[in-house]
């Protein structure tokens, strides 16, 4: 069963601190893997999407990681800011089909 | 990058009414855009493909006549909820692909039914 499966569900860290988020899948063909942001009451907005024989992709303080042969990703933020809270969602497009969502981590930053 | 705009960003209507919800690509053509629906804590829901020019395709379990999407133009899909009821109540978000940017989303539309 094509699955995604994100570690926390839900986490509390402090400003300035880093923090890694977990991603496992089983989808099957993969096409691609996305990181999405969002804040509540809002849309998805993408920080990163990586393919295949991508590793490693950054964007800005957030650095995503993908392992294709154990089927992991990692979504790293660096030095969190308050605006960072919000749910991070993992993504796959399965190759030639829609996107399989996760059900996202909860990322609340106190000062 | 590209942008989908989605409008409004919050309705409320009273029970038995019908909501339109619409989504547009705002600089690039998206032959095909969805439709997701999501409840608090949970992540999005594909609740049907919109097609520019054709039938829309529904998700199991969702009712196409009481989500009623049209997708008349390149730029523009819309998402009817019909005799809309409480529980209809939800975040309902589009997006639509773009080849250089992927799929992007627009800001959903908090529908409330009183």
């Known amino acids: 069963k094509n699955q995604v499966e994100q570690s926390p569900q839900s986490l509390i860290i402090l400003e300035g601190k880093n923090c890694t988020l977990q991603c496992n899948y089983t989808v099957s063909p993969f096409s691609n893997l996305r990181w999405y942001k969002q804040d509540t009451g809002r849309g998805p907005v993408s920080l990163t999407i990586m393919t295949f024989s991508e590793n490693t992709k950054s964007n800005g303080r957030y650095t995503a990681t993908l392992d294709a042969d154990t089927k992991q990703s990692s979504l790293h933020i660096t030095a969190s800011q308050l605006s960072d809270s919000a749910s991070y969602i993992c993504?796959?497009?399965?190759?030639?089909?829609?996107?399989?969502f996760g059900k996202g981590t909860t990322l609340s930053v106190s000062s | 990058g590209a942008v989908v705009s989605q409008h409004p960003s919050w309705v409320i209507c009273k029970s038995g009414t019908s909501v339109k919800i619409e989504c547009r690509s705002l600089d690039f053509q998206a032959t095909t855009m969805f439709w997701y629906r999501q409840f608090p804590k949970q992540s999005l829901m594909l609740m049907a493909t919109?097609?520019?020019?054709?039938?829309?395709?529904?998700e199991q379990g969702v009712e196409k006549d009481k989500f009623l999407i049209n997708h008349a133009s390149l730029t523009l899909s819309t998402l009817t909820v019909t005799s809309a009821h409480p529980e209809d109540s939800s975040f309902y978000i589009c997006s639509a692909v773009d080849r250089a940017y992927g799929y992007t989303f627009g800001s959903g539309t908090r529908l409330t039914v009183v």
């Open positions: 993504v796959v497009n399965q190759a030639g089909t829609a996107l399989i």
């Open positions: 919109s097609n520019e020019g054709s039938k829309a395709t529904y």
